[in-house]
């Protein structure tokens, strides 16, 4: 009887050291997430016409819900990092907005988007991804519509993020420039569409949550 509770408590103790192993992973990753992403340098996500040095790149992000409404906040993309694969330089792109053209004063040069950060009202979320577009300072450079559908609060979240371009985007890419950017007029605008143009990547829920006492905290994910 002895020996047998004696590997029962062994057996218990494992599954503990399981469980602790997990909690201390997943604290962990939203960790490591935020330190690389302080490195970045802020960029203007609507640059000034009197700020642009180098090419212009026009866009839209876009970021919804895909799943059932947990919480009382819809999601919204916070900031976007932007690396340059040749200097390895990372740029920060803050959005704080479900829907928002962006005009960004980038150099010439393969760029990769890594990292975003996705908030819900006091939450907020963080997920890598790797899809790359190339920038030529002698064009204006239109990268289309950025999706970012985002699942329900729940264990195992996930965002996909996929890129779309139309006619009317072109458009309206044109007019932005014409109206706000006028030493760009006249310059050819290129579609530079990210690829792969859809990916799929973990959501990390940052801890902790702002403005709440510990025990109104929710779950890890």
Partial sequence: MGSSLGRFSGHR???????????????????LLCGVWSCARP???????????????????????????????????????????????????????????????????????????????????????????????????CVGTWKFGVDSPRYGRMVVASVTVDHAETARAMDLVTERYPNFKGRPIVEELPQPMQVEARLYEVMPYPR??????????
């Fill in 43 to 141: 960029v203007s996500s609507m640059v000034a016409p009197t700020d642009v040095t180098n090419s212009l790149v026009v866009g839209r992000v876009v970021t919804f819900l895909t799943g059932d409404r947990a919480r009382r906040y819809l999601p919204e993309m916070r900031s976007m990092e932007i690396e340059n694969r040749e200097s390895q330089d990372r740029f920060q792109v803050r959005i704080d907005s479900p829907d928002k053209t962006v005009a960004l004063n980038l150099p010439s040069g393969r760029y990769r988007l890594t990292r975003v950060q996705i908030s819900e009202g006091p939450f907020l979320s963080m997920a890598e991804l790797s899809t790359t577009f190339t920038v030529d300072a002698t064009d204006v450079t």
């Fill in 13 to 31: 103790f494992s599954l503990q050291s399981i469980n602790q192993k997990s909690l201390v992973f997943y604290a962990l990753v939203p960790m």
């Fill in 212 to 221: 709440y006492p510990r025990m109104f905290r929710r779950r890890w994910w």
